[in-house]
Every structure is written in C-alpha cells, then in structure tokens.
C-alpha cells in the first residue's frame, strides 16, 4: 500500500510569489490534514477534510493560505503572495474513515514539503 | 504557554541503555495521546497510541499516561541505535486536530 505522498519535496521562491503544494493520501482515506513545521517550532495544525469538505480549518494563518480537495482524493495547499515567514515544512496526513475511536487517531504522515521563501 | 510541553534535548544515551522521554500538557481535554518518531527529513510515524490514562506496552516501547499529572512518557528498553530520532508527544481532545510538542531528538551511541 503507498504512503502518504507530497510533491514538491522541497521548493524555493521568492517573497511575493505563489506556490502550490499537493498532497495525496493513502487510497481510502477519507480523513486528510495539513500541517506545518516553522523553524524551532512545533509541528501545527491548519485544517482537515473529510472527502472534500473543510471540517476544521482553525489552523490557517491567514487569507494568502487557500487549500482545497477536489472530489475528496488529493488536496493542494496554496499560498498566494508568499511571505518570509511562511517558510517552513510543510505536512499532510490522512486517516480512515470514522470506525471507531482507534480508526480516528491513526494519522499516517507524508515527507513534508520544505518551504523556502527568500 | 504552550499547551504541549516537551524537552528538545538532545539526549545522548549508550546503546543499551533505558531511555525515558516526557510531555506535560495544560489542556484538561485531551484525551488521545500519541508518541511520533521522525528521523531526518522524513514524516512523523506513529509508534503509540493511547486513549485516557494508563500504559500501553509494544515491543521494547511502554507509554504512559497520568491525566491528573496532565504527564506523559514513553520508555525504550535496549535502546538501539536505529532508535535515534526525534520523538514528538501529540494529543487530541477527540476532535481530530492534533497538538504536538516540540520533539525530543535522541542519539543511542554505539
């Protein structure tokens, strides 16, 4: 069974331009969640899908963030203009279906995808 | 303050040895807690997952939790040097979002 995948693995931009990050989960996975690493820092969350619905986007730092999951498979996370402190690594997750409390906290995790804005 | 509390270490152990790795929470809600391992450049791996208080034994690896401590730990016995990592507490009130520490990198030295 793949894994959680992310593309790019490591993207380098300038302040001001866009980016776009894409995650794919693992087949079957209705649950899916983006996180972010800044230096030094804890890993945080920034919001979850189930299929293609935002249930939790409280993590999102702010309006130049915008991700979407179109038909509930794989999701892209951009970020539009980039800023310096938007550096960074970038985490998807996906989990089963809701089946039971076991089911619900099994998160498996991508690579990341490191982000540098210069 | 921070709602997860972790130690960043590094800690350095002999390989063999017992290693003890700590979180303190504020959060009275949490009741999920889990233990990552990262190794460098890669994505956190599950490794324990515990509902509640209470302990949970795998392998070489025992994690514990004390809700009226609001602590948790995770033991590895006969640590290897395979086990060097960093290692990130996470906990969840149950609404799928999850809080992590900062993580704590461990070296097992040969």
């Known amino acids: 069974e793949a894994g959680v995948t992310q593309f790019p693995s490591h993207s380098v931009i300038e302040k001001g331009q866009t980016v776009t990050l894409r995650c794919d989960p693992i087949?079957?996975?209705?649950?899916l969640y983006w996180y972010r690493r800044v230096m030094g820092k804890e890993i945080k969350f920034l919001l979850h899908f189930v299929k293609e619905s935002k249930q939790d986007e409280s993590g999102m730092p702010n309006n130049r963030f915008l991700a979407e999951r179109t038909g509930g498979t794989y999701s892209t996370l951009k970020v539009q203009p980039a800023e310096l402190e938007d550096s960074g690594v970038y985490f998807c997750?996906?989990?089963?279906?809701?089946?039971?409390?076991?089911?619900?906290?099994?998160?498996?995790f991508g690579p990341g995808t490191r982000l540098t804005v210069t | 303050q921070k709602e997860v509390e972790q130690d960043p270490g590094p800690l350095s152990v002999p390989e063999g040895a017992i290693v003890s790795l700590n979180c303190t929470y504020s959060n009275s809600a949490f009741q999920y807690f889990m233990w990552y391992r990262q190794y460098s450049r890669k994505g956190p791996e599950l490794l324990m997952y515990t509902y509640s208080s209470g302990n949970k034994e795998d392998g070489r690896f025992t994690a514990q939790v004390d809700k009226s401590s609001k602590y948790i730990s995770l033991f590895i016995r006969d640590s290897q040097p395979s086990d060097s990592a960093t290692y990130l507490c996470a906990m969840s009130a149950g609404y799928q979002k999850v809080t992590f520490g900062t993580g704590t990198k461990l070296q097992v030295i040969p």
């Open positions: 997750a996906s989990s089963h279906p809701t089946s039971g409390r076991a089911k619900n906290y099994e998160q498996y």
């Open positions: 087949s079957g996975h209705d649950n």
